[in-house]
């Protein structure tokens, strides 16, 4: 999703299907590896992704995951 748009917590938790802490949770862990970036938009937190390489390497994992199936 990050990939495509910013997004805050609750998009994500709900997309996910998962509980706000847990996605925090790893929201946090990834920014401080500076996997994604946020802002602030009054009580929101939007993220996303830090940068063009970030979006590659994504997308090459998943290709190459994909190719093993």
Known sequence: MLEARECC???LADAL????PAISQR???LKSERI???RREG??????LADGH???L???GVM???EDA
């Open 64 to 66: 190459h995951a994909m």
């Open 54 to 56: 970030i979006s590659r």
């Open 27 to 29: 929201l946090r862990i």
């Open 36 to 38: 994604v970036g946020s």
């Open 9 to 11: 917590v609750s998009e």
């Open 43 to 48: 009580k929101h937190v939007y993220y996303s």
């Open 58 to 60: 994504v997308t090459n």
């Open 17 to 20: 299907k998962e509980p706000l």
